[in-house]
């Protein structure tokens, strides 16, 4: 069996990746430092594969903290999950983002370079685009100047890992750039979790419906869409969690040294925020309070993904329907708030 260590596993997409990873026959490994999620979903991953996964509360930037793990397990692979993501807060701090999100890479690797080396998944992001100018976006697409440090952050690690596979012949990686997660497991024991007021679109929405925010704002109505709003590709959080999978059984088959591959990972279909607040409220038969607001500054008019690619080489494509997605994300909203 191969052990994989997953870095913010305790996070929303850390999380559902587990179980996906458990399901396919993996061994996994959790390290995460806590600083943006608690135990919940941990727990959730117990009770959804049964199983006792060992965790380790570990900060990726600290060698002397991830350096037990590699020394108690042997690790063939890490999906790198654990980063800071908030695009607003990393303006306002750069410098932590920088640290955090940069170093946690760098040491990481270092630690798999002394230990053998290994397959790397790295969480990247459809930030790296910009807007783009021709949609849909295909990897081969320019990556467009990063608008915040977080972008920036997720540019400069997919450039780093560029260059130590081109180093490190041990090491093979997968780049997946991720469109908008949302939803939760079908089980409503695992899900997104946002400290404070929620930036994304979804988890407002569930919040609103939940009564803990008291209206939904949405950014803008004159984008030059079908209706105005804003145009994303939102893919289901289990469908992501499988690409992963996907990208680690690529490596596995690949034979060769040098390997560092980038996917986007989404549906491939363009939906408006408006189309997704009515589905939203049709799916689970409820009716949302909300209002049109100005545009919201560093949003990008529309973005969605060229999928083709994942599809031909991980064998991967998105698969739950949005009604399904959008039913799990209330799920679970309902099931944390205790809503019946
Ligand atoms: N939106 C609203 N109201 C809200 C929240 C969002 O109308 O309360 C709109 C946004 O303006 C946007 C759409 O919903 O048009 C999606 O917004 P999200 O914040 O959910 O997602 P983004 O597309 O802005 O962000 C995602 C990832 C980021 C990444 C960014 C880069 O969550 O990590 O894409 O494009 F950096």
């Not at 594969?49 to 063939?76: S, V």
């Not at 800071?84 to 270092?110: C, D, I, Q, R």
């Not at 100047?145 to 952050?153: D, K, L, M, R, V």
Request: proline share 5%; glycine share 8%.
């Amino acid at each position: 069996m191969k052990n994989i260590l997953i870095t913010g596993g305790a996070g929303y997409i850390g999380s559902h990746t587990a179980v996906e990873l458990i399901h396919a026959g993996y061994g996994v490994v959790i390290a995460d430092n806590l600083s943006n999620a608690d135990t919940t979903c941990l727990e959730g991953v117990k009770k959804i594969t049964g199983r006792d996964i060992p965790f380790y509360k570990a900060d990726c930037c600290r060698k002397d903290q991830l350096l037990p793990i590699f020394r108690e397990h042997r690790i063939d692979g890490v999906i790198h999950f654990a980063a800071f993501k908030a695009v607003g807060e990393s303006v306002e701090k750069p410098l932590m983002y920088y640290h955090n999100n940069l170093l946690s890479l760098v040491t990481l690797l270092e630690v798999m370079v002394e230990n053998g080396g290994g397959h790397v998944v790295f969480s990247s992001s459809a930030t790296v685009y910009g807007q783009p100018p021709v949609l849909p976006v295909t990897e081969d697409t320019p990556r467009m100047p990063a608008t915040s440090p977080y972008g920036n952050t997720k540019q400069i690690c997919e450039d780093i890992l560029a260059d130590a596979v081109k180093a490190y012949a041990s090491v093979k990686v997968v780049i997946l750039r991720y469109f908008n997660p949302i939803g939760a497991h079908p089980s409503a024991l695992i899900g997104e979790l946002p400290r404070g007021i929620p930036n994304n679109l979804v988890p407002f929405i569930t919040q609103t419906a939940a009564g803990v925010r008291k209206e939904l704002h949405i950014f803008g109505s004159n984008y030059n869409t079908p209706d105005g709003t804003a145009l994303r590709d939102y893919i289901d959080v289990v469908d992501l969690a499988a690409a992963h999978v996907s990208a680690l059984k690529r490596m596995e088959a690949y034979d060769k040294p040098g390997l560092c591959e980038v996917f986007n990972v989404g549906t491939g279909k363009p939906l408006s925020v408006m189309e997704l607040v009515k589905k939203f409220e049709t799916v689970n038969h409820l009716s949302l309070k909300y209002r049109i607001t100005g545009r919201r500054e560093g949003d990008v008019e529309a973005v969605w993904a060229d999928t083709s690619l994942a599809n031909r080489v991980l064998s991967w494509k998105a698969r739950r329907p949005l009604e399904e997605t959008l039913a799990n994300a209330w799920a679970w909203e309902r099931n944390i708030r205790g809503i019946t």
